[in-house]
């Protein structure tokens, strides 16, 4: 079997190949095809949930959706570098499955075509991530979120604490389930370290953004431990 660290020197040597399809990619990390397929993250976009998919109708008038209305997230603001779907989906798939050198700077250059800078009133302070599961860290070796967050760190000058906030107990298989079931699951299962948070303006990071229940649970932790407001930034925020 091929180690990671000959996979990486092989990665280096051969043509750059597309991170979702395979096809030689001549420029960045994806194909022409590919590249031309991604949907920004923020086009359209709900101001505070990052949601892309919703109709007009239903929305307020400066933008937000229902559901943000009815009840209003933890977090100020989240958003993706891109949709999820299409070519980003099979670009993450590929990833989370892979040995992690291969496709990691690939994924790393992906999410800083995000629109993330922001003015300075507003910028965050702190960089915290969502927490691996044991058991996925295991099985993969690397942890896509704090591969993720340790890339935003460099390109944003922003100090990570990766020790921030923690899984309290074995992280909830989420999987298909709705977002009051996934919710109620994810009670209890992370830990947010106080004396880290307090008084920041934090940047939370993962990889997928999906029904946006872990991000929430994990805001509102924070909020509650101190922090002054949290905003999220994922690579891919998937629809509802
Ligand atoms: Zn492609
Ligand atoms: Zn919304």
């Known amino acids: 079997m091929l180690t990671n660290a000959l996979l990486a020197c ?18 960045g990390p994806l194909c022409e095809a590919c590249a031309g397929s991604l949907i920004p993250g923020d086009e359209g976009a709900c101001p505070q949930c990052g949601a892309l998919d919703l109709e007009r109708d239903g929305r307020a008038p400066d933008g937000h959706c229902g559901p943000c209305i009815q009840r209003p997230p933890a977090f100020s ?26 496709l990691t700077p690939t994924m790393c250059e992906l999410i800083l075509h995000g629109r993330w800078e922001r003015g300075d009133q507003e910028r965050p302070t702190l960089l915290v991530m969502v927490p691996p599961d ?3 860290l295991r099985q993969r070796g690397f ?10 760190g460099e390109h944003l000058s922003l100090p990570l604490d990766p020790r921030a906030v923690r899984t309290a107990r074995g992280y909830p298989s989420s999987r298909g389930q709705g977002r009051d079931a996934r919710r109620e699951r994810l009670r209890g299962a992370f830990k947010v370290c106080r004396d880290r948070v307090q008084g920041a303006r934090l940047l939370l990071i993962d990889d997928v953004m999906t029904t946006g229940a872990t991000v929430e649970t994990i805001s509102r932790l924070c909020l509650r431990a101190g922090a002054s407001s949290v905003e999220v930034a994922v690579l891919a925020r998937a629809p509802r």
């Open 10 to 27: 092989l990665d280096a040597l051969l043509p750059k190949r597309c991170a979702a399809c395979d096809s030689p990619a001549l420029s």
């Open 143 to 152: 942890h896509p979120a704090g591969l993720l967050a340790r890339a935003m």
């Open 77 to 102: 603001r989240a958003r993706g570098a891109y949709a999820y779907g299409g070519a980003m989906a099979d670009a993450i798939r590929r990833w989370k499955t892979r040995p992690e050198p291969t």
């Open 134 to 136: 044991p058991k996925r």
